[in-house]
Nanobody, 123 residues
Framework: QLQASGGGLVQAGGSLRLSCAAS????????AAWFRQAPGKEREGLAR????????IYSESVRGRFSISRDTDKNIVYLQMSRLKPADTAVYYC??????????????????WGQGTQVTVSS
């Protein structure tokens, strides 16, 4: 089970850090990713980090503003978000992929999902 936290209300230009912890799952054996879904829109892949934490990829929409990382000692995956925009408003989800050999942000390949945390960016 994955538990996402850290969402909230922030002004445009501000920062937030999301966390994703796992229970009953060997979190450090999975690649991890963050997605978001705004009302009426499809789920969008944002960032993915390998199980070791050494490789990361980003979508064009967040590259340079968001950073994904993981603390393998604490079994937590983070998404540091900066220079937030109102367009970043969405429910954010973390997910786990048991196949660490790929670098995809397609939601269908992910095995486990967190419950989501709301991020609202005001203008």
């Amino acid at each position: 089970q994955l538990q996402a936290s850290g969402g909230g209300l922030v002004q445009a230009g501000g920062s937030l850090r999301l966390s994703c912890a796992a229970s009953g799952l060997a979190w450090n054996s999975y690649a991890a990713a963050w997605f978001r879904q705004a009302p009426g829109k499809e789920r969008e892949g944002l960032a993915r980090v390998s199980s070791s934490g050494t490789n990361a990829i980003y979508s064009e929409s967040v590259r340079g503003r968001f950073s994904i990382s993981r603390d393998t000692d604490k079994n937590i995956v983070y998404l540091q978000m900066s220079r937030l925009k109102p367009a970043d408003t969405a429910v954010y989800y973390c997910a786990a992929d048991g196949d660490d050999t790929t670098s995809t942000l397609r939601p269908a390949v992910y095995d486990f999902w967190g419950q989501g945390t709301q991020v609202t960016v005001s203008s």
